[in-house]
T-cell receptor, first 114, second 109 residues
Framework: GAVVSQHPSRVICKSGTSVKIECRSLDFQATTMFWYRQFPKQSLMLMATSNEGSKATYEQGVEKDKFLINHASLTLSTLTVTSAHPEDSSFYIC??????????FGSGTRLTVV | GQQLNQSPQSMFIQEGEDVSMNCTSSSIFNTWLWYKQDPGEGPVLLIALYKAGELTSNGRLTAQFGITRKDSFLNISASIPSDVGIYFCAGQLGNQFYFGTGTSLTVIP
């Protein structure tokens, strides 16, 4: 199969601190991973495309310096929300593509900034 | 980024009824996918469609890739309570992947 693990599932942090979210492809190598943000009762909005060994490609309107993405290996991409503020509270989801399995999503991370 | 138009936005149906939802786009896609998302979870793939006109079933679910390649339909037959959730369509063209606005389904026992 194609399994994507995302950690942590929930995190609460204080305003001004940074939070790192990990996305791992457990049984396949993913040269490309994707990071999404989802507000309550809304669809997933693509934030950035994470490319192994190179810089991420950010969607228009997404702050590169606030949402740092690192794709250091073929099985791991991380999203770091820097200097988090309450408006950054959201559900963040990663996904990875594997040939024959389409896009597989992680289980998401609920971020709450207080 | 681009979002696909999905309708209806929400549905409240009786258990046992059939459900239909659709997704339209101004762009052509090579692949259409349908996902279901439970609260607090990531989307789970239900059906993938790769050819215009393709009709594919997965148990009580049936989806079709529109002939124009700009739309897709998902039908759920004989709904059950566990069908509750949000259903998203997604269109893929190359490495570009876009989600629909979602259909929230409530099944009343």
């Amino acid at each position: 199969g194609a399994v994507v693990s995302q950690h942590p599932s929930r995190v609460i942090c204080k305003s001004g601190t940074s939070v790192k979210i990990e996305c791992r492809s457990l049984d396949f190598q993913a040269t490309t991973m994707f990071w999404y943000r989802q507000f309550p009762k809304q669809s997933l909005m693509l934030m950035a495309t994470s490319n192994e060994g190179s810089k991420a490609t950010y969607e228009q309107g997404v702050e590169k310096d606030k949402f740092l993405i690192n794709h250091a290996s073929l099985t791991l991409s991380t999203l770091t929300v820097t200097s988090a503020h309450p408006e950054d509270s959201s559900f963040y989801i990663c996904s990875a593509s594997r040939t024959g399995y389409g896009y597989t999503f992680g289980s998401g991370t609920r971020l709450t900034v207080v | 980024g681009q979002q696909l138009n999905q309708s209806p936005q929400s549905m409240f149906i009786q258990e046992g009824e059939d459900v239909s939802m659709n997704c339209t786009s101004s762009s052509i896609f090579n692949t259409w996918l349908w996902y279901k998302q439970d609260p607090g979870e990531g989307p789970v793939l239900l059906i993938a469609l790769y050819k215009a006109g393709e009709l594919t079933s997965n148990g009580r679910l049936t989806a079709q890739f529109g002939i124009t390649r700009k739309d897709s339909f998902l039908n759920i037959s004989a709904s059950i309570p566990s069908d509750v959730g949000i259903y998203f369509c997604a269109g893929q063209l190359g490495n570009q992947f876009y989600f629909g606005t979602g259909t929230s389904l409530t099944v009343i026992p």
